[in-house]
């Protein structure tokens, strides 16, 4: 599926720790020859394959952050790809009881006459529209998320929580509004203990009331972060 300019593969993962941003990003990279040659695995979990007038993709459920893989696309220097189980699975002649059927995470596979473009085109709209029978479940948002910001002042010898306050939100909605952003996350800060999940009424004396107020007047929803 690679090495010519006919045939190219690609991996795609979804959640690559970049220290650069303080975030998970996706990451897309095209697989060489060598990779083949040298029977080298790639996580995924989006294998993409592309030759002459078709293109097509094998996607698994997502469950874990690279390099940290429970399953693998394994190469081998004839272009054949094998779907392998690393760990965390069923062992090596586990006898399954009939009562008991086996079952395994939800695998995808597509293909559509085009180049790569068409196909990511095509997969999207099945990930929408047909993938659940809840479309609203499927619908994408726009998130904005304190976090990264509150990181920066830890970095620059603050605290997490000591910029999170109505002001300082209420400038950050305001920029979110203009950039587009459906959904605004507060993160660790808005309450004064975990688990308890009370409001930090020293930095929001009102209990977030005129934040959701402002978020709503600009179409944007409120979400909170319950991690501490």
């Known amino acids: 599926m690679c090495g010519t300019q006919e045939k190219i593969a690609k991996e795609l993962r979804l959640s690559d720790y970049s220290h650069k941003n303080h975030s998970y990003v996706p990451r897309l990279l095209e697989l060489k020859e060598s990779q083949f040659s040298n029977n080298d695995a790639v996580m995924g979990p989006i294998f993409i394959g592309e030759k002459p ?77 047909y993938q659940s029978p809840n479309t609203a479940s499927r619908k994408p948002y726009v998130y904005y998320n304190t976090w990264g910001r509150q990181e920066r002042e830890k970095w620059s010898g603050a605290s997490y929580q000591g910029a999170l306050n109505r002001t300082v939100i209420e400038k950050e909605i305001e920029i979110a509004h203009q950039m587009g952003i459906d959904v605004f996350v507060i993160d660790v800060g808005w309450f004064n203990k975990a688990g308890a999940w009370k409001v930090n009424t020293t930095a929001f004396p009102d209990t977030l009331k005129q934040i959701n107020n402002l978020l709503e007047s600009n179409g944007v929803k409120l979400d909170l972060c319950c991690v501490g």
């Not at 054949?80 to 395994?104: C, H, M, R």
């Open 53 to 129: 007038a078709q293109s097509f993709l094998v996607v698994y459920e997502h469950g874990s952050q690279y390099p940290n893989a429970y399953l693998k696309y394994r190469l081998d220097s004839i272009k054949k790809v094998t779907f392998s189980a690393i760990k965390g699975n069923y062992l090596n002649n586990q006898a399954i009881p009939e009562n008991q059927p086996f079952e395994s995470i939800w695998i995808q596979i597509g293909a559509v006459g085009g180049n790569q473009d068409e196909l990511a085109k095509k997969y999207r709209t099945y990930i929408l529209k």
